[in-house]
C-alpha cells in the first residue's frame, strides 16, 4: 500500500477517535460541574467559568486535529 492509501484509511478514523474523545471528556467535565455545584451552590459561578475554560481547551484541541485532518485529506 502507497502511504496516500494509509492517509485515505487512517484520517477519518483518528478523527473519529478525536471527537469520541472530545464528547467524553466534555461530559465527564459537565458532570462534575453539575456535582460540584449540587454540593456548594454558592460556588456556582467560579465553577461555571472553571468548566467553560475547560470546555474552550477542549473543543479548541478537537478543531485543530479537525483541520490537521482535513489538511491530511487535501494532500491525496
Known amino acids: 500500500m502507497d502511504p496516500k492509501s494509509f492517509i485515505a484509511i487512517g484520517a477519518p478514523l483518528v478523527l473519529a ?3 469520541m474523545g472530545s464528547a467524553a471528556a466534555l461530559g465527564k467535565s459537565v458532570a462534575a460541574a453539575m456535582d460540584a455545584t449540587a454540593r456548594q ?3 456556582s459561578t467560579k465553577i ?3 468548566m467553560m475554560a475547560g470546555c474552550a481547551l ?3 484541541l478537537t478543531l485543530y486535529a479537525l483541520v490537521f485532518g482535513f489538511s491530511l485529506l487535501g494532500k491525496l
Open 17 to 19: 477517535l478525536t471527537a
Open 41 to 43: 451552590p454558592e460556588a
Open 58 to 60: 477542549i473543543e479548541a
Open 48 to 50: 461555571l467559568v472553571n
